[in-house]
């Protein structure tokens, strides 16, 4: 039987890669699926947790739980905003983008007769993940978020990782080794989990492979830990 370490528990979950509107038909988006956000959504559930998702992502709605539909950062912003007041945990496993563009043209951007291309403005989005974990409201709460990395001259995934960890100031970071092929889209997923309670040297706490159901129970599995 699956336990029921997560009742009575409000969790928020976040999933998809937002798209930020150039014009009435074109947007700038990602390639994240929503398939690990809506898998931990769906393991909360059927561990006993209330389950909120902010979702940007058309995957269908996991059983039981309250979907709430988004399409930007913004719109993800003020949805997880709303919510995350009420949320023992916080998981934000969208891919935000990091930029949008400066204007919205409300008509469709034409080709111009002197074969010239546009030049598109972009602005930066709010970082919504470190604003929830510099606000927290809630005491208790644990806010954790994603990171897909790569490694690279100035340092190994992890490296980046824990920068990232500190950067942000959230409690635990889903850490991912992104490549072509890797991670986005697929079904199956590898991932460490680093734990700001272990300060300079973030515990590190490296699940299985596996589907991305598996992930998301051992996910689970570190942050009811850390409930306790
Ligand atoms: O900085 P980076 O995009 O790599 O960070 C990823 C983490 O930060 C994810 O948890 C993502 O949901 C969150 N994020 C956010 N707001 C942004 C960009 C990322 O909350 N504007």
Redesign the pocket.
């Known amino acids: 039987a699956t336990p029921q370490d997560l009742a009575g528990r409000t969790v928020l979950v ?1 999933a998809g890669g937002t798209r930020e509107p150039l014009d009435p038909v074109r947007f700038l988006g990602n390639r994240s699926s929503g398939k690990q956000g809506y898998a931990l959504a769906a393991v909360a559930a059927s561990r006993g947790a209330d389950v909120v998702l902010v979702s940007s992502s058309s995957l269908p709605d996991p059983a039981g739980v309250r979907v709430v539909r988004v399409e930007t ?1 913004e719109q993800l ?1 003020t949805a997880v905003l709303a919510e995350a007041p009420s949320a023992d945990v916080v998981v ?7 930029f949008r563009p400066a204007r919205f043209t409300d008509h469709k951007i034409k080709k111009s007769d002197d074969g010239g291309s546009p030049v598109i403005e972009l602005v ?9 974990a510099a606000h927290r409201t809630r005491p208790g709460q644990v806010v ?6 790569t490694g690279d001259a100035q340092g190994s995934v992890l490296d980046h990782a824990r920068a ?1 960890l500190a950067r ?1 100031g ?1 409690d635990l ?1 889903v850490v991912n080794e992104v490549g072509v092929d890797k991670t986005f889209g697929s079904d199956d997923n590898t991932v460490v989990v680093l734990d700001a309670a272990g300060g300079e040297r973030p515990v590190e706490h490296a699940l299985d492979p596996g589907t991305k159901t598996e992930v998301a129970a051992g996910v689970w599995n570190v942050v009811t830990r850390r409930l306790a």
């Open positions: 976040s950062a912003r934000m496993a969208a891919a935000v983008a990091d930066r989005n709010p970082d919504i993940l470190a604003e929830l954790v978020g994603f990171a897909a990395e990232k942000k959230c970071l």
